[in-house]
């Protein structure tokens, strides 16, 4: 059974810092690419950030660049996800993703199992 788990969500100010965390199980973790996607009220979910298998390569959207950097452990079987200079609109559930084929195929629908997310949220 794979399972994906979110952990490192929660309350932060404005320009502050939290490291969001993604524990797999059940799947041979270091064939996967891995996603961030994160999903604000009333708003479509949506892909912030990648990497692939490997860890060599990686995607960002324009709203993280920057200020999110994401990172994998093969020999844990887990992926990172550091956000800094969280701004309030990065408030959202957070969810991690994995997918096989091809790293530049990024829609949600591409990406084939999925953690039950974890909340940030960032005050004003």
């Known amino acids: 059974q794979v399972q994906l788990v979110e952990s490192g969500g929660g309350l932060v100010q404005a320009g502050g810092s939290l490291r969001l965390s993604c524990a797999t199980s059940?799947?041979?973790?270091?064939?996967?690419?891995m996603g961030w996607f994160r999903q604000a009220p009333g708003k479509e979910r949506e892909l912030i950030a990648a990497v692939n298998w490997t860890g060599t390569m990686t995607y960002y959207a324009d709203s993280v660049k920057g200020r999110f950097t994401i990172s994998r452990d093969n020999t844990k079987n887990t992926v990172y996800l550091q956000l800094n200079s969280l701004k309030p609109e990065d408030t959202a559930v957070y969810y991690c993703a994995a997918k096989t084929g091809s790293f530049y195929a990024m829609r949600r629908m591409e990406y084939d199992y999925w953690g039950q997310g974890t909340q940030v949220t960032v005050s004003s």
């Open positions: 059940g799947l041979t973790f270091n064939n996967y690419h």
